[in-house]
Nanobody, 126 residues
Framework: QVQLVESGGGSVQAGGSLRLSCAAS????????MAWFRQAPGKEREGVAAIYTGRYAKYADSVKARFTISQDNAKNTLSLQMNSLKPEDSAMYYC????????????????????WGQGTQVTVSS
């Protein structure tokens, strides 16, 4: 069993910053990628950022140059630094692990991840 617990969400004004963290415990999967996804009300869950083998990062176009994903394998934690936040970034953010895809093509495909956290809410006001 794998447990993923997100933290760090909250409410900020546009232009502000937040740092999300995801703590992994249990039978931590040995797959090479972990990722952040988000889901706003009435919308599908979308990939935000993923990190492969702790080095290669992939970002959704909407967050490039604003968000940074990082991984600390020693502490089994995944982080997402979010800067210059916009109201459209408001959503529930989820940590994902247990990747089983082709990293060249689908690091941000939610169907390729097996384990999910409960989410942390991010609200950005204008």
């Amino acid at each position: 069993q794998v447990q993923l617990v997100e933290s760090g969400g909250g409410s900020v004004q546009a232009g502000g910053s937040l740092r999300l963290s995801c703590a992994a415990s249990g039978n931590t999967p040995s797959s090479d990628s972990m990722a952040w996804f988000r889901q706003a009300p009435g919308k599908e869950r979308e990939g935000v950022a993923a990190i492969y083998t702790g080095r290669y990062a992939k970002y959704a176009d909407s967050v490039k140059a604003r968000f940074t994903i990082s991984q600390d394998n020693a502490k089994n934690t995944l982080s997402l630094q979010m800067n210059s936040l916009k109201p459209e970034d408001s959503a529930m953010y989820y940590c994902a692990a247990g990747y089983g895809g082709n990293w060249h093509f689908d690091l941000l495909d939610r169907e390729k991840y097996s384990y999910w956290g409960q989410g942390t809410q991010v609200t950005v006001s204008s």
